[in-house]
T-cell receptor, first 115, second 113 residues
Framework: EAGVTQFPSHSVIEKGQTVTLRCDPI?????LYWYRRVMGKEIKFLLH????????ESGMPNNRFLAERTGGTYSTLKVQPAELEDSGVYFC?????????????FGPGTRLTVL | AQKITQTQPGMFVQEKEAVTLDCTYD???????LFWYKQPSSGEMIFLIY??????QNATEGRYSLNFQKARKSANLVISASQLGDSAMYFC??????????FGAGTTVTVRA
């Protein structure tokens, strides 16, 4: 069974540009999460999809960030326009359900550098 | 307030020895889950072990065990018989009612031959 995949693995852009990150969850996982680790800080929750619906987007830093999940399959996270403080590693995770024992399986992350 | 605290930024351990990674948590929920993840230098986050707040037994998964002390709100990870491949950063995380994970700062483990 394929794990969570993320693309690209690295992205270097200039301030003001747009970047789109993609996440493909494990097949059959309805729940998809985005997290971010900014340099020197803890990994922080960004948002949670159940199928194609946003269940919780309380962690999204501001309206420069837009997440979508087309047809309840893959998800994209767009940053427009990117700022220097957006640099970090963006992780995607998926789980089959929301039960107490439903483990979130993480992808390898996308390292975003904004210059 | 910090929900997950990992007080050890880095640790060294000799190959074949055991190592304990500390994790304390803060929650007012009765039902919650505690997770440990491993992040090797390649960057991926690998799930290691889970402990539910109502589980009476400490969780074990191969060489990993979780020393769960509910009254003290601690969930320490024990890695037995350390191997060179165990060198990585280890994160403790908690899931409360809202299903999102709260992470600690991580502990870097270096296994020496």
């Amino acid at each position: 069974e394929a794990g969570v995949t993320q693309f690209p693995s690295h992205s270097v852009i200039e301030k003001g540009q747009t970047v789109t990150l993609r996440c493909d969850p494990i097949s059959g996982h309805d729940n998809l999460y985005w997290y971010r680790r900014v340099m020197g800080k803890e990994i922080k929750f960004l948002l949670h999809f159940v199928k194609e619906s946003k269940q919780d987007e309380s962690g999204m830093p501001n309206n420069r960030f837009l997440a979508e999940r087309t047809g309840g399959t893959y998800s994209t996270l767009k940053v427009q326009p990117a700022e220097l403080e957006d640099s970090g590693v963006y992780f995607c995770a998926s789980s089959p359900g929301q039960g107490a024992r439903d483990t979130q399986y993480f992808g390898p992350g996308t390292r975003l550098t904004v210059l | 307030a910090q929900k997950i605290t990992q007080t050890q930024p880095g640790m060294f351990v000799q190959e074949k020895e055991a190592v304990t990674l500390d994790c304390t948590y803060d929650t007012s929920d009765q039902s919650y889950g505690l997770f440990w993840y491993k992040q090797p230098s390649s960057g991926e986050m690998i799930f290691l072990i889970y402990q539910g707040s109502y589980d009476e037994q400490n969780a074990t998964e191969g060489r990993y065990s979780l020393n769960f002390q509910k009254a003290r709100k601690s969930a320490n990870l024990v890695i037995s018989a350390s191997q060179l491949g165990d060198s990585a950063m280890y994160f403790c995380a908690m899931r409360e009612y809202d299903y999102k994970l709260s992470f600690g700062a991580g502990t870097t483990v270096t296994v020496r031959a």
